[in-house]
């Protein structure tokens, strides 16, 4: 059965980096559009980031611009999102899931990585 798994969370201290990976198992997805999202405790699940299936183009929320990083290897099945700059706000869940770009929505979540930044 096909799933994407998120891994690289942690515990880190405000202006600390973190990056997270996401391997897809059981198919490939190079053909698809990746996201990331996040849900903070007490939130709705909010878009983070995206990038086109083949890598040339991205989009990210204001509120990541400059800091976060998405990138993606297809050849090992595997999205990216390199984090600098961590701030408390941004602690939360973080999943990444299929996507369409410039819709900001996902599909086919993963399980998720907890990211907790310390001020």
């Known amino acids: 059965q096909a799933q994407l798994v998120e891994s690289g969370g942690g515990l880190v201290q405000a202006g600390d980096s973190l990056r997270l990976s996401c391997a897809a198992s059981g198919r490939t997805f190079s053909g698809y559009d990746r996201g990331w999202f996040r849900q903070a405790p007490g939130k709705e699940r909010e878009f983070v980031a995206a990038?086109?299936?083949?890598?040339?183009?991205?989009d990210y929320a204001d509120s990541v611009k400059g800091r976060f990083t998405i990138s993606r290897d297809n050849a090992a099945n595997t999205v990216y999102l390199q984090m600098n700059s961590l701030k408390p706000e941004d602690t939360g869940v973080y999943y990444c899931?299929?996507?369409?770009?410039?819709?900001?929505?996902?599909?086919?979540w993963g399980q998720g990585t907890q990211v907790t930044v310390s001020s």
């Open positions: 990038i086109r299936w083949s890598g040339d183009t991205t």
């Open positions: 899931a299929l996507s369409t770009m410039w819709t900001r929505r996902g599909r086919s």
